[in-house]
Every structure is written in structure tokens, then in C-alpha cells.
């Protein structure tokens, strides 16, 4: 990049790499690069990093080491997640309902319409208040014998809320109903406790919580029913076949190890940054909202819509001004439709398509906050300008 200063403010969009997680994987590149199904000493190394990566992952996220499958990512996660389990619930016990809350990433939310589509699953969205959040009492008058699969996210990816998960999956236990959550905003910012949330699948992902992109885990209860998606070798017990990813497994899980160890002194660190800077957006701009809710929210996360604005002309000219932010998911930048989370907010299409999300990172100082507040009134209103011309 130029010599210019640039301000990189979409964490939830991806991460920088942490130098003591590329450490941790380089030997795995160069050195022990056996494969861990190798009898030999080569793949005796590679499996021995692997487990011991797959053991640090279990204790950081309360699960035994046996319930985590490794995935490419948050997308393979929650694609297994909901194939895997809504169709092995299908062939169980004729469930064909599934019960999604309409504020999910597009990975869950595309792949419950799929299974609708393809599959002939009946999908039922649930209710969200005006923050995006689920009532677990919504949850338990829709919850049917029938119910294959409840999909729930845990910390919102556009409007950082989050979810009464334990609460949700207190409710599915007690109705022997499987419960899956994305958790791959959320691992970065609260500790996962895979049994006390009563989840049975729940997803991470690494480049959300500094580590590499392209490797992510998905938490499968002992006993929870999952038919494989990917079929080929017997790799994780038959649940997703193909060569394990040995540095980035090791990297995932000092990633995972660091940002939970850490989490505490950053976490209020960043909360106070993040309410200056939602604090100084509302006070200064005209016809901007918060969305999402003001306190029940990612430690990092500030998101707004401001009324009559293109999202996407202002995201240039913040880019010009040398900030990276984004207007909800990285996935959604270059769509002009407003996006279904903030419909489904009951936002109108003139407020939905004026998004900006500003998500913070362990490098982000109150200086650039402060930058930010500064550039953005002139920026929205001449973003205002150009909608009008
Ligand atoms: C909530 C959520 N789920 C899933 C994903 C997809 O994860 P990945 O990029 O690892 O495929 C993302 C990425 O933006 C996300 O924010």
C-alpha cells in the first residue's frame, strides 16, 4: 500500500493475522509437513499437532476434543451444520421443519432456503424485535415434534446484537430439538462455552479472531445426528472427509487460545471506544439510527443507517478519506438491494440502503476513532449530495 495513512475498520470483515500465530504455523509449512494420516514419523508429528491443536480448541470452547470437526471455514461450518443435521433428522425421525431466525449470514440463510427449495424442508422464520434479536418464548411456541433443526446466531455479523442463546438452548434441550448457532463474530469477543449454551452445533471461524483464512471448526455434540456433507476419506470420525489442514489447525487454535486469553482487558477497552464512537455518530449527524441493540452488542460493533444515503457511495468516499469500513457483511458491498437483516429490523428500503458498519480491532486506538468522527458528518452529507443529483 502507499505511504498514505489508511484506518483499517472492518474487523468483522476479516482480521489481521497475529504475528505469534504465523510463528506457530510456520513449521507446519516447511518443516513437519506430513500428512497426519501417514503412518510414518512425518505423519506421526502432523497428527500429533493436530490433536494437540484440537485439544487446546476443546478447552477453549468447554467441549471434548472428539466434538470439534475442522471445516475450510465459517461457510463449510454452517453449511454442514444445517445439511448435516436437518437431513440425518429427516432420515431419523421424518422431521422436515426448520425454524431460522431471519437476521443469519447468508451461509446459514441461503442454505435453510436450499434445504427448502431442493429438499422440501418447511422453513419457518422467527420473529426478531427491533434490535434483531430473538425471544426465546418465540422460539418455544413455534418449536414442533417435527422441528429437524433451530438456527439461532449468536453475535450478529451487520448489526453486532446479540442473542439469549443459553436461554434458546435451554428450551430446545428440554424438547429434544437440535440447536445450531453461528458464532463465528462472536468468538472473538465472548467466551464460547459449547455445554452451558446447550448448543449441539455452533461455528467458528479463524480470520474473525486474528488467525488465517480458510480454516474453521464446527462444535457437533457427542450424539448429535449429522450426516457428512463431503464424502471421500474417513477423516473426523467420518464427518467431513479430506487432508487436514495442519498449520492453519495449529494456527486456528493460538488464535483461539490468544483472543480468549485476552479478551477480558480488550473487551472494555473496546466497548468504550465503540460507544464514543456510536455516541459521536448519533450526536453529529442528522437522520442517522444505531442498529442493532445499544448495549447487548459485540464489543467492537458499531453499525448505523443514515436516511437518503447510498451505502456503498459512502464506503468510497470513506475509502477516498483512507478509512476501510463496510455497510453490513463484506459479502453484501457490491449489492444494491437492501440487505434482508435490516429489513428484517423493519427498517424501510430509503433508511436500509444507507448502512455503515464500523468494527474494531485490538490495533484500533481512540486517535482513529476520533479521525473517524471527524471525516464522517462532511462525508454522509456530501454522500447526501450525490443521492440527490
Ligand atoms: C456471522 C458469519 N457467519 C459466517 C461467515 C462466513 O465465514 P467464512 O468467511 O469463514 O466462510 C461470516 C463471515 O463474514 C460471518 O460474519
Known amino acids: 500500500m502507499s505511504a498514505r495513512q489508511w484506518t483499517y475498520l472492518d474487523h468483522a470483515a476479516t482480521t489481521p493475522l497475529d504475528p505469534r500465530v504465523l510463528q506457530a504455523m510456520l513449521p507446519y509449512f516447511n518443516e513437519d509437513y506430513g500428512n497426519p494420516a501417514s503412518v510414518h514419523s512425518y505423519g506421526q508429528r502432523a497428527e500429533a499437532a493436530v490433536e494437540a491443536a484440537r485439544a487446546n480448541l476443546a478447552a477453549q470452547l468447554h467441549c471434548a476434543p472428539h466434538e470439534l470437526v475442522f471445516t475450510s471455514g465459517g461457510t463449510e461450518s454452517n453449511n454442514l451444520a444445517l445439511r448435516g443435521a ?71 455479523n451487520e448489526i453486532g446484537s446479540l442473542n439469549p442463546l443459553a436461554e434458546i438452548g435451554a428450551i430446545c434441550r428440554e424438547r429434544g430439538i437440535p440447536l445450531h448457532s453461528d458464532a463465528v463474530q ?12 446447550q448448543v449441539d452445533l455452533l461455528t467458528i471461524s479463524a480470520h474473525k479472531f486474528y488467525g488465517p483464512k480458510g480454516i474453521g471448526a464446527l462444535y457437533v455434540r457427542q450424539g448429535a445426528p449429522l450426516l457428512p456433507q463431503q464424502i471421500g476419506g474417513s477423516h473426523e470420525e467420518g464427518r467431513r472427509a479430506g487432508t487436514l489442514n495442519v498449520p492453519l489447525i495449529v494456527g486456528m487454535a493460538k488464535a483461539l487460545e490468544l483472543i480468549q486469553n485476552e479478551m477480558e482487558e480488550q473487551g472494555q477497552r473496546l466497548r468504550s471506544l465503540r460507544d464514543e464512537l456510536i455516541q459521536g455518530v448519533l450526536n453529529a449527524i442528522p437522520d442517522a439510527q444505531l442498529t442493532g441493540h445499544p448495549r447487548e452488542r459485540l464489543a467492537n460493533h458499531a453499525s448505523f443507517v443514515f436516511e437518503d444515503v447510498d451505502g456503498n457511495a459512502l464506503l468510497m468516499l470513506l475509502d477516498d478519506a483512507g478509512f476501510a469500513c463496510s455497510s453490513g457483511s463484506a459479502c453484501k458491498t457490491a449489492n444494491p438491494e437492501p440487505s434482508q437483516v435490516l429489513l428484517a429490523l423493519g427498517l424501510t428500503p430509503q433508511w436500509a440502503l444507507g448502512s455503515l458498519r464500523v468494527t474494531l480491532g485490538k490495533d484500533s486506538t481512540p486517535e482513529q476513532v476520533q479521525a473517524l468522527l471527524s471525516a464522517l458528518p462532511a462525508l454522509v452529507a456530501r454522500a447526501r449530495q450525490l443521492e440527490l443529483a
Open 86 to 156: 436437518a437431513l440425518a433428522a429427516r432420515q431419523q425421525r421424518g422431521a422436515r421443519h426448520l425454524l431460522v431466525s431471519p437476521v443469519e449470514h447468508d451461509a446459514v440463510a441461503k442454505t435453510a432456503r436450499a434445504l427448502a427449495e431442493q429438499f422440501d424442508f418447511e422453513l419457518e422464520w422467527l420473529p426478531v424485535d427491533g434490535f434483531g434479536r430473538v425471544d426465546p418464548a418465540d422460539v418455544a411456541r413455534r418449536l414442533r415434534p417435527e422441528t429437524a433443526l433451530v438456527s439461532v446466531i449468536l453475535g450478529n
Open 186 to 197: 462472536a468468538a472473538a469477543h465472548l467466551p464460547i462455552d459449547a455445554a452451558s449454551l
